[in-house]
Every structure is written in structure tokens, then in C-alpha cells.
């Protein structure tokens, strides 16, 4: 298979979204948090987005030379506008004030409005966790998903990521979909002809289907037994991404794809340092990471993730043909050398 | 089936305590929390908890008249020393004083430490919401949960709650363990002569079991397909109850029924008008939980629970004949009253 580096992925991505209308620091956020994705091999949210996001920035979905406004509402809480751009650049500095905020504070808040699909949200805690913080993130996205028990959509793929620093070792890496599975598996599994694992989209009456063809919409993480818990941290995300931000619920997003506007997103971090050293926090964190050697197979979150960064890092980032495809017409469209 | 009043719980309950060496504060705070459980339905956490609480108060697990010490550590950050005692007393405490810090910096944390088994983490961020903020609570606990895939436990059962205040209506409630389903389940249906359902217990080489008897641990929220997340989630009870706070990690408990001791909790606050009323903010919320309305048998996260209030405020708590017995003769040891 096709493989690139990150440095060639780079140059591609700040090319493609630059041509498409974005400024400097917006294609560079972008494509951090999209290379990020693709590094950790989370390709869901990886370079296969770019050409979506170039197809936004054409439309006026998103941005591309935003006035960012970074305002502080009190003391350990800010409020960042991301003047209608790409959530990326708006979420890298909500984690940044974050993080500042933390420091004096010892927890701090960023709620970012007026924003658009920010990608990994692993993108922003891992940024958090290299500048020694706990960070957490969440954000409402449109409706894909319906409640437990369910046949309309309520709530969006929202995600939920909350990374610890490890100054010896691999990060702590939570970075979870509070649906079953993304929508873009069930579109991929109707092109490949396959069959869904069972539990996570039903069709319009609510009931659970594996062909994707009948899919209308998605379970909540969980699946039949446990639905009813992914559902209630999508409510998470919609109480802390959409409702206090004063942005648009999921169910009030239009549909289209990666065309979520009126956004908001929820940047939060601690400092580990409160009662101890980060050294000593991060000796302790090593020793949880550990506590999972023994049982082979097992993970702390985020253990599968850094297994595939090793490996890509030494590898390169694999480019399937149909992602190579999209890519290399999606630089035709900008007008770009391709030269992936 | 027997039944008996919030007020007439809380007598027995108050005295049971007390009886068992417990001082007021304590004796108070671990009744409001039970019975909060017990009012919602959640009988996992409610007043069956409390013979075994009386026990741990006579035999020194936890300390009934600790000497509970609130420092600030930062503007918007306190720590709570729990001094050994019920997990009860500190949780309220420590957020009150997360409110406090939320009023005052628009985020709060309270860091607890040296504490026990604090019952169910919702009783605390409603504590939150019915004082106008948005609580966060979640903690560590002793081990009774594999890694997802694996075959010994590393995490406990341990829950994440949040609750987020709506003035004109029911708070929002989101309040899971992690676990697939409560330890004291598997052990009620070995009594019972049931069979657990599938994905929820594990034996001592990880395969899943659906007969109690041969299970010996719990799996992840999620079950066969889905546990990851759940396993990743007790990942974060972890890194914010047990690893933050310099307390014991949940593998590092000794695994007696509600005996965890030097047990670590995080208990956050948010204020929900850092960018509008809080009338605006139950307005939406409102929104939202009205937007299930049009599928029944679906809920916003809670909606079950007050539910189940309602009907129990106008009917009282039942009091099924194993844990009328179980309560019964706990008032004998105790020496005080029945009463119910």
C-alpha cells in the first residue's frame, strides 16, 4: 500500500486548505488535529476529512480567515469565539487560555462559540497533556444518533476525550465516540457491500439492522444492553458542548456532512501538579499504565492508539487506494500539486 | 410490599449511624445521600448500604467523628481532607466548595482525599445543580472490574456523574458506573438462583459467564462489543479520583464490601451563566430534554430516575422482606429502635 510521511501530509493539507480559502494559522490547526488523528490511527477523523474541509471553506461552511475572540469571564473561565472558522485553530487556543487559566487557577475553562467541526478531540487534550495538564474535551455535533430505545435522532456522534501528561511514558488517551460507531463506517460498509456488527444503527422503525443499506441512523455507544449509558454521556456533550455555550443542540444542526455550524465546545484543564510534582503524578499514572502488562491484550485508554503512532512514526501513514483517489482529486479541485 | 416515608428512613437512619459511632455531621450526610439514592431508585446505593456503613463505623474502616480539613490550594481549586471518615460528609463539603469557587471563578475543584465509600456520586451533583451549578463527580474504588478482554480486575465499579441545574423542571442526571452492572448483582443472583445477563461478568480466564456463581469479576460498562469505552471511562475515575489526589489506585484496595480506605474524589463545579441567565440555561436545557418526548419509553439522562421519585414521594420506599430482615437486625446490633 501507498504510504506518506507526516511532513508530506503536512505540506499537502496547509496547501489544499490554504488554496481553499484558509489562512495560515487555520490550515495549520487543521492539519495538526488531522495529522494527529492519522498518526494515532484514528483515520475516522484522519486526512480522509481534508477534502471535506476544503469543500467547506469553498462553501462559506466554514471560515477561513476568522476573527478569533479570546474574552475572560472570570477568573478560571474564558469564552473563545471562533468567528464562524474551522473549530481546530478556535479549540488548539480555547486549550491554550485552558491551560494558562489552570496554571494560576488550578482548573480552567474555555467555552468556544460560533465554531464548526473542530475533528479529533483528542487533538486538543493530548495538547493539554504535552503542556503538563489534564485536559478534557467535549462538544455536541449534529444529530446522527438516537436515544436508547429509540428511532430519531437526537443526539450527535459527540465525543468525549480527557488525556493525563505522562512525562515518562505514553499519555493517558481517552478519546471516545458517544455513538456505537461513526456514520462514515455505515456509508463505507453500503460501498463495500458488508454486514454491521450488530447493536449499533437501527432503521426509521428504531430496530437494531446490520445491513447498512437499511441503516437510518446510529445507536448510542453500548449497543442494545447498554445504549442507555452511551446516550447519557451524548447528553454530556450536549449539556456542556451545546447548552452551556448557548450554541444549537445536535437535533437542531442541519445534516450535511461536516456542515455543523453554531458549534460549541467545551476545553477544559487541570494542573496534576496541585498536590505533587507532575513527576510524581506521572510516576503514578505509569504505574495505573502498567498495571495492564500482565494481562496481554489489555490496555489503559489510549494503549492501542500509541501502538499504532510507533508503528506509523517508523512506517508512515498508509494511503488506501480510494483515500489516495480522493486526495489527489481533491488537489486537482484546488489547483495544488498533488505530490503524495 | 412494606413501604415506609423519606422521614421515617431518615430517623432510622440518623440513628443507626449514630448508634454506630457516627457524629451528627456524618450520620446526617450519609442518610441525605442514601436516601437520595433510595428516593431515585437507585437501590444499588440506597438504604441497603446502611448495615454495612453501621459495620465499617464499628470496626474503624471509617472514622465517625473525622476532623474534615478544607484548604484552598489555588483560586479555583480546594482540597479536602476526608480524615478517614464517610465519603458522605467530605462529598458535600467538597461541593459546597466547588459551588463556592464555581461563583467566584466560573469553574471549581474540590480534591478529596482519605476518604471511604461515599455511596452513590449523584447525591452530590445534585447537590450542585439544586444550588444552581454544574456538578462533575467522579472517584476510584476497590477492584472488581477486568480490563476490557482481560481476566483480573484493575478498575472498580466507579461511577461519573454529572447533573446540570434546570429551574423550571428536573436537573439533568447522569450518573453510571462504569461497570457493566453493580458486584452486589452477581451476588443477589447467586442467592436468587438467576442467570446474569450476557457481556456483564467474567470468569477467572475472562470468558464471559452467564451463571453468578462462576463469575469472578465484572466486565466494563459496554459489554462484549463496547467494553472498551466502559474500561477507558473507569480509566478516567482513575486518573481523577485515585491518581490526582495521591490516593490508592482502585487495584490497590483491599477488596472487602464498601471497606476502601484511603480512597480519592474529584468533585467539580461549574457556573452555568458564565454567558447567560440561569432561567436561559433551564430554558434550553428544558429544550432538550423535551426533544425525547416525541419517542416514548426514551429519555434525556435522569428522566427514568425522577420518574421513579415521583411515584416514591407519593408511595414511600419499598421495603422488600430481605432487606426489611437486613435492616431490621441491623437495629438490634445497633441497640436502637426499629421503627419501620
Given at each position: 500500500?501507498?504510504?506518506?510521511?507526516?511532513?508530506?501530509?503536512?505540506?499537502?493539507?496547509?496547501?489544499l486548505?490554504?488554496?481553499?480559502?484558509?489562512?495560515?494559522?487555520?490550515?495549520?490547526?487543521a492539519?495538526?488535529?488531522?495529522?494527529?488523528a492519522?498518526?494515532?490511527?484514528?483515520?475516522?477523523?484522519?486526512?480522509?476529512?481534508?477534502p471535506?474541509?476544503?469543500?467547506?471553506?469553498?462553501?462559506?461552511?466554514?471560515?477561513?480567515?476568522?476573527?478569533?475572540?479570546?474574552?475572560?469571564?472570570?477568573?478560571?473561565?474564558?469564552?473563545?469565539d471562533?468567528?464562524?472558522?474551522?473549530?481546530?485553530?478556535?479549540?488548539?487556543r480555547?486549550?491554550?487560555?485552558?491551560?494558562?487559566?489552570?496554571?494560576?487557577c488550578?482548573?480552567?475553562?474555555?467555552?468556544?462559540?460560533?465554531?464548526?467541526?473542530?475533528?479529533a478531540?483528542?487533538?486538543?487534550?493530548i495538547?493539554?497533556?504535552?503542556?503538563?495538564?489534564?485536559?478534557?474535551?467535549?462538544?455536541?455535533?449534529?444529530?446522527?444518533v438516537?436515544?436508547?430505545?429509540?428511532?430519531?435522532?437526537?443526539?450527535?456522534?459527540s465525543?468525549?476525550?480527557l488525556?493525563?501528561?505522562?512525562?515518562?511514558?505514553?499519555?493517558f488517551?481517552l478519546?471516545?465516540a458517544?455513538?456505537?460507531?461513526?456514520?462514515?463506517?455505515?456509508?463505507?460498509?453500503?460501498?463495500?457491500?458488508?454486514?454491521?456488527?450488530?447493536?449499533?444503527?437501527?432503521?426509521?422503525?428504531?430496530?437494531?439492522?446490520?445491513?447498512?443499506?437499511?441503516?437510518?441512523?446510529?445507536?448510542?455507544?453500548?449497543?442494545?444492553?447498554?445504549?442507555?449509558?452511551?446516550a447519557?454521556?451524548?447528553?454530556?456533550?450536549?449539556?456542556l458542548?451545546?447548552?452551556?455555550?448557548?450554541?444549537?443542540?445536535?437535533?437542531?444542526?442541519?445534516?450535511?456532512?461536516?456542515?455543523?455550524?453554531?458549534?460549541g465546545?467545551?476545553?477544559?484543564?487541570?494542573?496534576?501538579?496541585?498536590?505533587?510534582t507532575?513527576e510524581?503524578?506521572?510516576?503514578?499514572?505509569?504505574?495505573?499504565?502498567?498495571?495492564?502488562?500482565?494481562?496481554?491484550?489489555?490496555?489503559?485508554?489510549?494503549?492501542?492508539?500509541?501502538e499504532r503512532?510507533c508503528?506509523?512514526d517508523a512506517?508512515?501513514i498508509?494511503?488506501?487506494?480510494?483515500?489516495?483517489?480522493?486526495?489527489?482529486?481533491?488537489?486537482?479541485?484546488?489547483g495544488?500539486?498533488?505530490g503524495?
Open positions: 500500500m501507498r504510504t506518506a510521511t507526516i511532513e508530506q501530509l503536512a505540506g499537502y493539507s496547509t496547501s486548505l490554504a488554496a481553499a480559502g484558509a489562512d495560515a494559522p487555520s490550515a495549520e490547526a492539519t495538526w488535529a488531522v495529522l494527529h492519522s498518526a494515532h490511527g484514528v483515520d475516522s477523523h484522519g486526512i480522509r476529512l481534508l471535506w474541509y476544503a469543500e467547506c471553506l469553498r462553501t462559506g461552511l466554514a471560515n477561513g480567515r476568522p476573527d478569533i475572540k479570546i474574552s475572560q469571564l472570570r477568573r478560571a473561565a474564558a469564552r473563545v471562533a468567528g464562524g472558522g474551522m473549530g481546530h485553530i478556535a479549540m488548539y480555547a486549550m491554550d487560555e485552558a491551560c494558562a487559566l489552570a496554571r494560576d488550578g482548573i480552567g475553562v474555555s467555552l468556544v462559540v460560533n465554531s464548526t467541526h473542530f475533528g478531540a483528542g487533538a486538543y487534550t495538547a493539554a497533556a504535552d503542556a503538563g495538564f489534564i485536559g478534557f474535551v467535549t462538544s455536541n455535533s449534529c444529530a446522527y438516537v436515544p436508547h430505545g429509540g428511532s430519531r435522532p437526537i443526539h450527535g456522534t465525543p468525549i476525550s488525556a493525563a501528561p505522562n512525562p515518562g511514558g505514553h499519555p488517551l478519546d471516545m458517544t455513538s456505537s460507531i461513526p456514520w462514515n463506517k455505515v456509508l463505507r460498509y453500503r460501498t463495500e457491500g458488508l454486514t454491521l456488527p450488530d447493536g449499533v444503527a437501527v432503521d426509521a422503525e428504531g430496530n437494531f439492522v446490520t445491513d447498512p443499506n437499511l441503516a437510518t441512523a446510529l445507536a448510542p455507544a453500548g449497543g442494545v444492553d447498554f445504549g442507555f449509558k452511551g447519557a454521556l451524548a447528553g454530556v456533550a450536549e449539556v458542548g451545546g447548552i452551556l455555550t448557548g450554541m444549537r443542540l445536535s437535533s437542531e444542526q442541519s445534516r450535511e456532512v461536516l456542515g455543523d455550524t453554531q458549534v465546545h467545551f476545553a477544559m484543564a487541570v494542573d496534576p501538579t496541585l498536590l505533587m507532575l510524581a503524578f506521572g510516576f503514578r499514572l505509569q504505574t495505573y499504565i502498567d498495571s495492564f502488562k500482565s494481562q496481554p491484550g489489555t490496555y489503559a485508554a489510549g494503549g492501542p492508539e500509541w503512532k508503528k506509523r512506517d508512515g498508509p494511503l488506501p487506494d480510494g483515500l489516495y483517489a480522493d486526495l489527489e482529486a481533491a488537489a486537482a479541485t484546488a495544488i500539486d498533488f503524495l
